[in-house]
């Protein structure tokens, strides 16, 4: 039952971000409980959040009497569960494809520059607000030259990143879009990255998820 | 046909590591070549590979017409194409969990500690070798400090990570652990870690895909 669906989700987690993109593309209801990163020193570590998700991480969303962590396999999980409108291709090909696509951000950029990081650059190198940012840019930068050209060139990319409906991959891109914003990354070199968040801000599924307009944002708060 | 199935590969990276011990599981026969990541400043980086790989990482597998990055998307495409053995269990809770503990894994953990990473602590921080190796063991700490967790705590963890027969989930770690070994990562907390691990060890599939047994290992050089 859609009704039975709890998301453990911070306002400007990425990965956060992605499954509430996923759950309103489903069209599945769900009620958020907010995990605030940084107050007390990250509520993510606190005793009974770490029982749900032992790598004390958001999201993790509640279905029922299952408790699902990892972003991705979320994805994955919402698409076995409710099939329309499907976030992967029919074909192993295209499937391929797109989940390539979503681990080049899911895998190879935001987990570099995930809070943790930052904070053990911080604590390990005595990294300053600059030397992160630095850090940030070029992770970002690497992963969105890749991107572009992986977009760029291939005859699949539609008005989406494969094809003319939103998948996966678009649902791993977005916030990954923002996030780099956040961080001042120069983003003119990617104009097909461009286009496509461009897309997927006039649709209500991506902008009902993003960060500013959840219930744990600053401005609700 | 697996004939045409050709592993772009470096013998010590853990992500064409995952992928060879899938296509052993699968009983596909492919031909390896290697790229090499440090000589010369890295193949990976010259314009050849880069033009299959716009992330200029490895590994890549080329299936007839077909070119495929990100080691957990050719995991599932393989699984897809070749549905036997299976890397996934049937039910959506189960496949949900194999990928949850494959991407602690392939999000969390490796990526964090990949060659790239390391080498631009050196450029950014000017980290030395030790200082390199104590973030290796911090990242691979945090990761298997969970992944144990998560694995002593689920009635699903059989045999290995998820019932009695192996997934993508053991494909995952084998390496991990591989390469925790390598950083001299003290392991003794993780005993179903390492348990797994030692079954896997006993598998041909698993054996025939490590580091020391590839045509491009300095051994065999």
């Known amino acids: 039952m859609a009704s039975d669906l709890v998301l453990y989700s911070y306002w400007r987690s990425s990965a956060s971000f992605r499954v509430r993109i996923a ?7 769900y ?10 020193g990250g509520e993510q570590h606190g005793t009974g959040y770490a029982a749900l998700n032992p790598q004390e991480l958001v999201p993790t969303l509640i ?7 990892q972003s991705m396999a979320i994805l994955e999980y919402l698409d076995e569960t409710h099939p329309q409108p499907p976030l992967l291709p029919a074909d192993a090909a295209g499937r391929a494809r797109v989940r390539e ?11 570099i520059g995930n809070l943790r990081v930052l904070q053990r650059l911080g604590s390990q190198f005595d990294a300053d607000d600059e030397q992160k940012a630095i850090w940030m840019r070029h992770w970002v930068a690497t992963g969105f030259h890749a991107l572009e050209a992986m977009l760029a060139s291939s005859k699949d990319t539609g008005h989406f990143c494969h094809g ?7 649902v791993c891109l977005v916030p990954q879009v923002y996030n780099a914003r956040r961080w001042k990354v120069p983003l ?26 959840q219930p744990d944002a600053p401005s609700h708060a």
């Open 188 to 213: 003119g070199d990617y104009p097909t990255i461009l286009r496509i968040d461009a897309l997927c801000d006039s649709h209500d599924a991506f902008r009902d998820a993003t960060p500013d307009r």
């Open 23 to 29: 759950l309103n593309l489903k069209g599945l209801r």
């Open 164 to 170: 003319d409906t939103p998948t996966m991959a678009d």
């Open 31 to 40: 009620e958020t409980r907010a995990v605030h990163l940084v107050r007390d």
């Open 101 to 111: 696509l979503s681990q080049v951000t899911g895998c190879d950029i935001h987990p």
């Open 63 to 69: 279905d029922g009497n299952r408790v699902l962590t």
